[in-house]
């Protein structure tokens, strides 16, 4: 019934153009699917994993998690309408959108939209990155992490914690936030209290360090691309740097992150976010 992954991420943008330009030549990813009001993109074996639209303020993002079958999902909708949340059981025709089996959604306590799926479509043909990287670490893990602005906290961690199974890996009391994982990823989500509520970035894993220097090269050559330089967490030892995307959110751009074991792993309180180098 718990999520087992983070699945797929929807962007509403008036710069769809510029999207398409950031996400392959910037990123790697493949675009897949372009229209007047929307793009798609690929970065592994399924059929989409970002889907930028013109459809909600530019400020709205949907998030696709991932459960394991049906039987998860009914349970998972259950669960939720017992807790009186609000759950839509989505049509076919947006399940086709999405590329997955079925899905349903439903809103967090700071009001992001959430989609909960099972039965992700695969793609027939190989990916082919926008530029020349050796691809990106999903499978079992998903595409990456997200980071969400709540202000409050304490509803937030409990709403993804005893309603949609998330696990504490690291946290810190003052100020407050947390990471959490749903899979062997160090963690697929953290929360952070702040009064300015969102989306402060997305993560996405490469396999290779070289590609995240070019990159990083790349992002450079931009002029002010590059928010955050290279450097090494302390929690997730990722080696990263954050650059800017068109819409009004970051995106950590990384390899070598660590991975947990959740049947085992004790959360760790963290003294502070300085990180390796």
């Known amino acids: 019934m718990a999520v087992q992954a983070l699945g797929y991420l929807g962007i509403s943008t008036q710069s769809i153009d510029e999207w398409c330009d950031f996400a392959t030549r910037q990123l790697g990813l493949q675009l897949v699917d372009r229209g007047v009001s929307s793009s798609a993109f690929r970065m592994d ?13 530019d400020a709205e993002r949907f998030f696709g998690w991932e459960v394991a079958n049906a039987a998860s999902l009914d349970a998972l909708a259950g669960k939720l309408e017992a807790a009186g949340i609000a759950v839509r059981r989505e049509p076919a025709v947006l399940a086709d ?44 893990l998903g595409m990456g992490h997200v980071v969400l602005m709540v202000a409050d906290f304490d509803a937030a961690l409990a ?38 509520q969102g989306m402060h970035h997305l993560m996405m894993e490469l396999y290779s360090l070289d590609d995240v220097g070019q990159g990083y090269d790349r992002a450079h050559a931009e002029g002010d691309r590059v928010k955050v330089s290279l450097g090494r967490h302390n929690n997730d030892y990722i080696t990263s740097f954050y650059l800017q995307t068109p819409s009004n959110f970051l995106v950590e751009y990384g390899w070598g992150g660590r991975e947990v074991n959740a049947a085992t792993w004790q959360p760790v309180e963290m003294t502070t976010y300085a990180s390796f180098w």
């Open 97 to 140: 959108q999405r590329f997955v089996r079925d899905l349903i959604s439903f809103r967090d306590p700071a009001g992001n939209r959430l989609e909960v799926f099972h039965g992700p479509l695969l793609a027939d043909t190989p990916f082919i990155p926008g530029r020349n990287i050796s691809g990106f670490r999903t499978g079992s």
């Open 159 to 196: 709403f993804y914690r005893g309603l949609l199974g998330f696990q504490i890996s690291d946290f810190r009391r003052e100020p407050k936030a947390c990471f959490l994982h749903v899979n062997a990823r160090h963690h697929s989500l953290a929360l952070f209290e702040k009064p300015r």
């Open 45 to 57: 074996d399924r059929r989409q994993r970002v889907i930028v639209d013109k459809e909600r303020p």
